[in-house]
C-alpha cells in the first residue's frame, strides 16, 4: 500500500473495486472499520457489501458488484480523493487548516457529569438542535457502560444519554442489522427513513470516519449531502475492549474493570477509578490493547472537521477546541452567545494567548507522533 498515493498519480486509469480494498486495505490490517464502503454502495442499492461478524467490510454476493469503484474512492485508506478534499479545507501542513483554538466546557452541569471531558461535544449537539440548525445528530449511545451503538439522536434527552468517550470500535449488533453498525451506514438509514424529518444532521466521529464523510461529499455521493456540520474527535487509537479487560493488562495496573469507573485519553490514558484515584497509563503501554489498523493509522487531528475535539491540552474537565471551517466557527460563536458553553474562565488575555500557543504544540507533537508510529507499524509490517 503507497500511503502517498492519490488519484494523481495513480498509474493507470482502470477502476479499482472492492477487489482492491480487501487486497490494499482489509488484508493488509488498515481497515479501521469506518464502513463508508458498505454504506455508498448500499446507499446506491446496488447492496454488494455487508459488514461480517467482525464489523469488516465483505461481499454479500461478488456478483452483484458492477465494479463501480465508489467503495474504493470513499475509503479513508486509499487516498484516492485526498487532494481533493485538501483543497477544499484548505489543508495546511501539519495539523490542517484553522482559526483559533480554545479551551472550553458545557455551562450545564449535568452534561458536565456525564462527559468525557468538559462536554462541549454534547452542548453544542444540545444547542444546534434547539436552534434548528439540526434535525438529529450521529452519536454513540451507551447500553450498559461498556458497549455503544451508532444511533441518530433527535431530541436533547438522546444526546446526553450518549454523551461520554467510547474507546472500542462499535459493536456488530446482529438484532438490528448492520445499517447500525457503523455510523455512515446510519446515516444511509437516517435518510432513507425519514426524509422529511432528517435533512441536516450534525455527526460525531473518529478521523476515519469523518474522512470517508469527506470523501463521500468529495464524490458527490448522496446521502453525504445531509451531513452539515462535522465534529471530530481527536484519535491516538481505538481498543480491543476484551483486550483491555483481559486480568494481565489491568492486573498490571493491580485493578481490576469492575474498579474502574471512567476511561479517557488526553496527554496519556486515565483510567478513573470508583475511588476517585485516577491512573495516567502512558500512551505507549496501551500500544498492547490499540486494535492493529490503529497502529498504522496517521490521522490525529481530525483534520477535517469543522470543529476538532479533544482533552489534549486542556486542564482536566475542559474541552480543546480547534475551530477549522466556517461552520464550525457558526457552530461556536452560537453557541457562545446562547450560553450553552463558556471558554475557560478566569484567564486574562495573554494568558488565553499562551493556552492557545501551547495547545497547538501538543496537538502538532501527538498529530507527528502517531504520524512516526503508523509508518512504523506499516513498515514492521512490510519486512
Ligand atoms: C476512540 C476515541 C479516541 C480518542 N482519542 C483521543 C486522544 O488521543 N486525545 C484526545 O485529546 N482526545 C481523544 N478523544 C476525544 C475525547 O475522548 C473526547 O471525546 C473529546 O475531548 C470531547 O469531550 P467532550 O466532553 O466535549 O465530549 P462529550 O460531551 O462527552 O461528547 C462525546 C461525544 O462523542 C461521541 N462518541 C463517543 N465515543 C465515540 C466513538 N467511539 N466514535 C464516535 N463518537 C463517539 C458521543 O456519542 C458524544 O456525542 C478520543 C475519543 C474517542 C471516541
Ligand atoms: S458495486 Fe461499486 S461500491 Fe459496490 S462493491 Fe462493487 S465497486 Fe464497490
Ligand atoms: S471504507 Fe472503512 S470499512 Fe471500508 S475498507 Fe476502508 S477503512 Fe475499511
Ligand atoms: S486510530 Fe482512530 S482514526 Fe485511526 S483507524 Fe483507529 S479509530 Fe480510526
Known sequence: MNWEKNGKDMKDDRIRSFDNLLSEVISAGICGKCGGCVSVCSANMINALKLDENGF?????????????????????????????????????PIG????????RSTDSDV????????????????????GH???????????????VATVATSQEEILQAAGSHF???????????????????IKYASRTNPVKLKKLAVVG????????????????????????????????CFEMNHLMEKEFLSHWNVS??????????????????????????????????????????YFANDYADVSVGGLGSPESFTTVMIRTIRGRMMIAGALAKKSIELRPGRTDEERKADRQGMISLIEEYAARKMARGKLFTEKVRS
Open 57 to 93: 467490510p465483505a461481499y454479500v454476493r461478488k456478483e452483484l458488484c458492477l465494479e463501480c469503484g465508489l467503495c474504493y474512492m470513499t475509503c479513508p485508506q486509499t487516498h484516492i480523493v485526498r487532494d481533493e478534499v485538501k483543497s477544499r479545507f484548505d489543508w495546511k501542513p
Open 97 to 104: 487548516n484553522y482559526t483559533d483554538v480554545v479551551s472550553a
Open 112 to 131: 458536565r457529569g456525564v462527559a468525557t471531558d468538559g462536554g462541549v461535544v454534547t452542548s453544542l449537539l444540545i444547542h444546534m438542535l434547539e436552534a
Open 134 to 148: 439540526i434535525d438529529g445528530a450521529v452519536v454513540s449511545t451507551s447500553r450498559d457502560g461498556l458497549t455503544r
Open 168 to 186: 472500542g470500535e462499535l459493536p456488530h449488533l446482529e438484532e438490528v442489522g448492520d445499517r447500525y453498525t457503523n455510523y455512515v451506514s446510519v
Open 206 to 237: 473518529t478521523p476515519c470516519q469523518i474522512t470517508a464523510i469527506r470523501n463521500m461529499q468529495a464524490l458527490a455521493i448522496v446521502p453525504s449531502d445531509i451531513m452539515t456540520f462535522t465534529i471530530g474527535l481527536f484519535c491516538m487509537q
Open 257 to 298: 474493570l469492575d474498579d474502574v469507573s471512567r476511561m479517557n485519553i488526553k496527554e496519556d490514558f486515565i483510567l478513573t477509578l470508583n475511588s476517585g484515584i485516577k491512573i495516567h497509563i502512558p500512551m505507549k503501554e496501551i500500544e498492547e490493547i490499540a486494535r492493529p489498523a490503529c497502529l498504522r493509522c496517521e
